[in-house]
């Protein structure tokens, strides 16, 4: 199998597509190259080769006349063609091989779709310059980019077979970082399948308001947020660490908003500090944004727990105003000041 993309520059875009391919046709022959005769002869041509059509393995966005674009309306560049075309089977391969679970075609097509959507679009609209680096000042695209020999590699480098092994040896640097992205990518997201059930038969204390996890390594805030509308407060159980989080739970996943957060008066303090202001003497801290605090034990993290929520119910509890109708003559004759 020869996979063909372009000489010169490489940019995230044809990386990824080309780090798809290697994983799904191990062993194959990568050249770079503008050599037409060689990008013919090649099973596939990514981002190069004036051509898109998939059935034979062409991947090109540059010529005339293409606008192929997603439905959300973010153009295609060859990472999204190419997954497009076998992001499903890449997330497939990469779950089967890095977690041992074998995904339904469906579950591999909506897991594809939540990639391409975090990950890949963004490559796209980098390259074709909508987006300088999105997402971030410092994304993905402009980390890629940093594996392209600079001028002094060039001035160095020349012209020759040594330079040109060079340069594909980065490509492949850079193809082998977007590979571990989509590793980590797969992994989370299978996890979190595979998490569903567990949060979802987890534990509901102080009658629904708090939720505890036995595992704090298990992706929750997303069916929390979705699915269980009444949980204010999570405790987790950390089992690297050998303590019990207190977490607030997201409103939204946009930002550090919370349902409800935990006292002020905790925000910013650790050990002794915190555990004076609780009355719970193995508290361990409370971040200062007040999204999470931690305790050694079960018992001082439900205790925590259950004094969040009681400040809570103070911060909403209504306001007692007299009923002028109803006041006692006494209230109503106080001097004016």
């Known amino acids: 199998m020869i996979i063909a993309t372009h000489s010169g520059k490489f940019h995230a875009d044809d990386a990824w597509a080309v780090a798809v391919l290697d994983i799904l046709f191990p062993g194959s022959d990568i050249i770079r190259t503008r050599d037409t005769s060689l990008i013919d002869a090649a099973d596939f041509a990514i981002d190069v080769g004036g051509t898109w059509d998939p059935a034979s393995g062409r991947f090109d966005h540059h010529q005339k006349g293409f606008d192929a674009a997603r439905q959300s309306g973010v153009p295609y560049a060859s ?4 997954w497009k075309e076998y992001g499903a089977r890449c997330v497939a391969a990469l779950a089967l091989a890095h977690t041992g679970h074998q995904l339904t075609d469906d579950a591999a097509r909506q897991l594809a779709y939540a990639i391409d959507d975090d990950v890949v679009q963004y490559l796209d609209l980098s390259d074709v310059g909508a987006a300088k680096n999105a997402p971030g000042g410092y994304g993905l695209s402009a980390i890629v980019s940093g594996f392209n020999p600079n001028w002094l590699d060039e001035q ?5 077979e040594a330079a040109e092994e060079y340069r594909l040896g980065q490509f492949r640097r850079a ?3 977007l590979a571990d992205v989509m590793v980590n990518q797969v992994r989370y997201r299978v996890g979190a399948l595979l998490a569903l059930a567990q949060v979802r038969q987890s534990e509901a204390l102080e009658d629904g308001r708090v939720l505890f996890l036995k595992n704090s390594a298990l992706p929750w805030t997303t069916v929390v947020r979705k ?3 009444t ?4 405790i987790s159980h950390s089992i690297a660490e050998q303590r019990h989080m207190l ?3 997201p409103a939204n996943p946009e930002s550090f908003d919370a349902r409800a957060d935990l006292p002020e008066t905790w925000a910013g ?3 002794a500090e915190l555990a004076e202001v609780t ?4 508290a361990i801290f409370c971040h200062n944004g007040r999204f999470i605090a931690a305790a050694k034990s079960f018992d001082s993290a439900l205790a925590m727990a259950r004094q969040a929520l009681q400040a809570v119910d103070d911060a909403n509890a209504p306001v007692s105003v007299p009923d002028t109708e109803t006041a006692s003559d006494d209230a109503l004759d106080q001097p004016k000041l």
């Open 156 to 160: 160095r480098l020349g012209h020759g």
């Open 79 to 82: 990472a999204g063609l190419v």
């Open 269 to 271: 303090l650790r050990d």
């Open 231 to 234: 949980v204010l407060f999570v």
């Open 175 to 177: 193809m082998a970082h």
């Open 227 to 229: 699915e269980m509308p």
């Open 247 to 249: 977490h607030t739970v």
């Open 279 to 282: 009355g719970v003497a193995d």
